[in-house]
């Protein structure tokens, strides 16, 4: 009771002393940490310890346990250490301030112990805005958004924060520190960003650190019109391959083919790639592929591929002259995927494909193929050539009939013709001069470059001259003074008939002379004719 008693005189003093002893910087720091034990030493004092009494100061001193054992600790988790220190078991947060050692032994003495609580840090916590998740938790953020970065943790004191990023295969990078709270921006975010991003907490009291690491991928979509889709024949078997490409975007996109009739899935993959057995094949049959990225659309970017039976075009003879060389041609046309194509024999025996050699050579260029056979062989090559196209959709085939005969004798056939020729165009010289011999005439004359000038003959009709036959008689004495002027035209007697000439000469003057004199020779000949008719008796 006495003890007790002196309690507020003890707190006066000690009061007045934690003044003097503050203002000096003489207390004694110990850092511990919450739910963790401490102990706080009574000074630095070795050897016999007197009556031990400790102070919590606050706005006043408050008793807390003394060596006295007639004097009960305050709280049970509060106990000597040493017969002289201060222990404190699960530390809390209120447990921080300032303590007071008060020991006498010979005279009074008094220590203080400045305890600090540390607490985490906890919890801590990084936010990154604009982002999306993948099933696995991952963060995802579109290129060229702006992506904002916060990280924060419960601890006391406030902890220090910092950022770190380590790029793939790369070392990692500090990016800023902050005593409180770390946030900061990529306005723009790059392919280069992406990565994983650390979070540091650390609390400068204890020395603890906590940290977390997010990664942080960066996507991008393909653009819509670079969706490709082909059929092709796989490289392992002969079965119809279905492939579908999309380019440009990160991650790859997801693929789903399907049946365009029925909408029967063929299957999903990010390979795009869909292996069709036979059954699933027919001509003209169509197949859509629909490309999604994470990005995009949920209705995605489509393309449709639609295969065929191959078709060929061919002639269905051939002729070869023996020893000489011959070409046989195919040409495949709307196959798709493309079609393969062989040559074979169709002899007695079953099809044989046939293999290029000395004396077959063979060349394909693109959906076309020739053969050619050197130096021909009657025993050996005539007969039937079969050409086959084929792909997973269909097969198609088309014979070729491939004669070879002896060579012919060119040089007998075009004498021959030759000689027809001219046969035939002295024939027909010679019609030409036996019904005809005034135009050859004409034409000898022609060749040698004389000039027959124009010549003009008029005659009169049959009737005209029937109605002058009365005057016979004056149309002879006209005829007579005719004969004396060579100027005027003649009239001709012949067999009863009158005939009257008039004959117009351009040209040179001795022709037109010779001309009217056989026309006079001519006149007086048939002129005596008649004369010698009137003489005879009746």
């Known amino acids: 009771m006495a003890a007790r ?39 630095n004092v070795s050897g016999q310890r007197g009556l031990v009494t400790w102070y919590r100061n606050d706005s006043e001193p408050v008793f807390l346990l003394s060596s006295n054992s007639s004097l009960p600790p305050t709280k049970p988790r509060f106990s000597l250490a ?48 604009n982002t999306g998740t993948l099933p696995n938790g991952t963060l995802y953020v579109a290129k060229g958004s702006q992506v904002g970065f916060t990280c924060s943790s419960s601890s006391w004191p406030p902890p220090m924060v910092e950022w ?114 036979q059954s699933q094949l027919s001509d003209g049959k169509k197949f859509t592929c629909v490309g999604r990225h994470i990005l995009g659309s949920e209705s995605g970017v489509s393309c449709m591929v639609q295969i065929r039976s191959p078709s060929i075009l061919s002639e269905p003879m051939k002729t070869c002259f023996v020893g000489g060389n011959v070409t046989l041609t195919c040409q495949v046309s709307g196959a798709y995927p493309r079609a393969k194509i062989l040559w074979l024999r169709n002899l007695t025996q079953p099809e044989v494909l046939i293999q290029p050699s000395s004396h077959i050579l063979i060349t394909d260029n693109g959906q076309s193929s020739t053969l050619t056979i050197r130096n021909c062989s009657q025993d050996l090559d005539e007969g039937y050539y079969v050409c086959r196209a084929e792909n997973p959709v269909g097969v198609r085939e088309v014979d070729i009939w491939l004669s070879v005969k002896e060579p012919l004798n060119i040089v007998g056939i075009v004498g021959t013709i030759v000689s027809l020729l001219l046969l ?70 012949k067999h009863g008939h009158i005939h009257r000439v008039t004959a117009l000469v351009n040209g040179n003057v001795d022709l037109m002379g010779n001309g009217l004199q056989a026309l006079q020779d001519d006149s007086s000949e048939q002129q005596s004719d008649v004369i010698q008719e009137e003489d005879r008796p009746v």
């Open 5 to 43: 008693a002196l309690e507020p005189w003890v707190a006066v003093c000690l009061g007045a002393l934690l003044a003097r002893w503050v203002a000096a910087g003489l207390e004694a720091v110990v850092i511990g940490e919450e739910h963790e034990n401490i102990t706080l030493p009574c000074g």
């Open 82 to 129: 040493s017969a002289s220190s201060l222990h404190i078991g699960a530390l809390s947060l209120e447990d921080e301030g300032n303590y007071t050692c008060w020991e006498v032994l010979n005279k009074t003495r008094w220590f203080q112990v400045w305890l600090q609580v540390a607490s985490g840090p906890h919890q801590v916590e990084v936010n990154i805005s």
């Open 164 to 277: 770190w990023f380590q790029a793939p295969e790369s070392r990692t990078e500090p990016f800023g520190n902050n005593l409180t709270v770390s946030s900061f921006t990529l306005l723009l975010m790059s392919q280069n960003l992406q990565g994983n991003y650390t979070c540091l907490a650390t609390n400068r009291l204890s020395g603890r650190h906590r940290k977390v690491t997010t990664e942080l991928l960066v996507y991008w979509p393909p653009p819509s019109s670079a969706l490709q889709c082909w059929a092709e024949v796989s490289p392992a078997s002969f079965m119809l391959q279905l492939t579908c490409r999309w380019d440009g975007g990160y991650p790859d996109p997801n693929f789903l083919w399907t049946e365009e009739s029925g909408g029967v899935i063929l299957g999903t993959s990010n390979l795009g790639v869909e292996t069709l057995n």
């Open 424 to 493: 035939g165009l002295a024939v027909i010289s010679g019609i030409m001069l036996y019904y005809s011999p005034v135009f050859c005439w004409k034409l000898g004359n022609t060749f040698r470059g004389q000039d027959m000038g124009d010549v003009m003959v008029l005659v009169e009709s049959e009737e005209e001259v029937e109605e002058e036959e009365d005057a016979a008689e004056e149309v002879e004495e006209e005829e007579e003074e005719a004969n004396e002027r060579e100027e005027l035209p003649k009239e001709v007697h």
